[in-house]
């Protein structure tokens, strides 16, 4: 199912082919090629290989043309691809989770990543750090235990 459209975030619209794009400032040129593109991608269920320069929106870019042709296939069809988005790194995930909150698009996520980034247990962390032992490593063992606790707890 597509995601919900806030139409209050919708200062521009974008008209690629039959895909209408909604976004929340006017396009550059560079985030127009991208959209361009993508679309001509998700049409023909092929692959885009994109190159832009860092800081010219191409994530955005990339992003609201994909859920707008999702939101369109889904109107004309009655279903459409689930998208899916990775990145390296947890700074890049930081920067589109941000960008996301600033497009009219309100997808779901599911961000997902390692105990090393998204531990919150003190007890634990600090534990990782006296022992001079990765955080994966102690986070692990310490599920360990509290399942060995619990099991012995209810025999």
């Not at 885009?48 to 859920?67: C, E, N, Q, R, V």
């Not at 390296?88 to 920067?95: E, I, V």
């Not at 032992?133 to 692990?140: E, I, K, P």
Request: charged content about 20%; overall charge positive; aromatic content about 4%.
């Amino acid at each position: 199912r597509p995601c919900p459209l806030e139409s209050g975030r919708c200062a521009e619209s974008l008209r690629i082919g039959e895909v209408e794009l909604q976004l929340p400032f006017k396009p550059l040129p560079p985030q127009v090629q991208v959209a361009e593109r993508v679309v001509q991608a998700c049409e023909r269920g092929g692959i885009a290989l994109l190159d832009s320069p860092t800081g010219t929106g191409k994530s955005i870019a990339l992003l609201t043309a994909a859920l707008a042709w999702q939101r369109r296939a889904f109107a004309e069809h009655g279903a459409a691809p689930q998208i899916i988005y990775s990145v390296r790194t947890h700074a890049q995930l930081s920067q589109m989770v941000s960008e996301l909150r600033k497009m009219p698009y309100r997808p779901r996520m599911a961000v997902i990543g390692s105990r090393d980034q998204l531990c919150i247990n003190s007890e634990v962390k600090a534990a990782a750090s006296r022992q001079r032992v990765s955080l994966n490593l102690a986070c692990r063992q310490a599920a360990r235990r509290a399942v060995l606790g619990s099991s012995s707890a209810l025999r």
